[in-house]
């Protein structure tokens, strides 16, 4: 039985606070965890007050969802740049002339399709990437949602005991079996090396200040200073326990729809579900600074 259902009754309760109501936009919660559906806003041409709105509501809800948007993309990499310099990914096929704008695409002669595992992006980088910004033009008739899960709540959710375990650990990120290979069929050729990070075990969010688990299924490989068995072990408890249904949300994409997920405190899954239709938009990708 999982620990979250022992002892009589879940051990996770989420203090669901009342925040101060929003002048601007509209956010209308997706789950009392996590995701907020946001309205009243164009991002084509969001005012400064509406800006300062939506840094709170990511903060608040670690995934805001957009509908109805029109972007082009330099629209969508300006709004990028409103929350930081943007990130170019170390892998990844990009729009034409914007080095910045990774391409999300799979159809029928996909091999594969991105964000298959549960991941927090790019967290084999040294300073992985504190948000991204996904805009999906085109949508299956079914299928091709994006879930998404509270590092937060994961790690309040273990037990006091494993807290202290945990405290001070550092893992190794690796985009190595990642990326190799991956994008071959977009013809990009594969890099010399690829990043390769050590993190803790445990981050704090900087804006937050809450404490959220750091690792993931995509990219986290082992725990150091301790056995490689033990590692192994923990790592598969963790990976587990983080994917508990407690602490998701599901997003059902329309097109021109827009997701904007912080990587600090949240990670996601995107399911391929929809062969042999077409799934395409563009991320842009803001950067981050070095866990601690
Ligand atoms: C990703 O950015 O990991 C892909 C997410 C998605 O396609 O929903």
Redesign the pocket.
């Known amino acids: 039985m999982s620990a979250l259902r022992g002892h009589g009754g879940p051990r996770y309760k989420h203090a669901s606070g009342e925040s101060e109501p929003y002048g601007t936009i509209r956010v209308e919660k997706l789950t009392p965890i996590i995701g907020a559906e946001i309205g009243g806003v164009d991002l084509a041409r969001p005012t400064n007050r509406a800006l300062d709105e939506i840094h709170r509501a990511l903060a608040e809800n670690l995934v805001i969802f957009f509908r109805d948007q029109e972007l082009t993309p330099e629209q969508h990499l300006a709004f990028g740049r409103h929350f930081g310099p943007l990130h170019i990914h170390p892998a990844a096929p990009h729009a034409p002339g914007h080095p910045e704008m990774m391409i ?1 695409h799979a159809d029928k002669d996909s091999p594969r ?3 298959e595992e549960w ?1 927090s ?1 790019v967290s084999c980088d040294l300073e992985p990437p504190m948000g ?1 910004i ?1 805009y999906i033009r085109t949508c299956p008739p079914v299928g091709g949602d ?1 879930l998404f899960a509270n590092m937060y709540a994961a790690y309040d959710a273990l037990s006091d005991r494993m807290k202290q375990y945990l405290d001070g650990l550092a893992a190794i990120h690796d985009g190595e079996q990642v990326y190799r290979g991956t994008y071959a069929n977009y013809g990009v050729e594969d890099k010399k090396t690829y990043p390769r990070a050590e993190h803790p075990v445990v981050r704090t969010h900087p804006v937050t200040g809450k404490k959220a688990l750091y690792v993931n299924r995509g990219f986290t490989r082992r725990i150091l200073g301790i056995p490689t068995d033990e590692s192994e072990g923990i790592l598969r408890y963790l990976f587990e326990h983080m994917q508990h249904p407690l602490f998701q949300c599901r997003f059902r994409w329309r097109p021109n729809s827009v ?1 904007f997920w912080d990587n600090r405190c949240a990670q ?1 899954h ?1 399911m391929w579900d929809y062969w042999p239709h077409t ?1 395409s938009g563009f ?1 842009v990708t803001v950067q981050g600074e070095r866990p601690v």
Request: proline share 0%; no cysteine.
């Open positions: 999300i399709a991105n964000g991941h992006d991204s996904l994006t997701a996601h995107a799934r991320r």
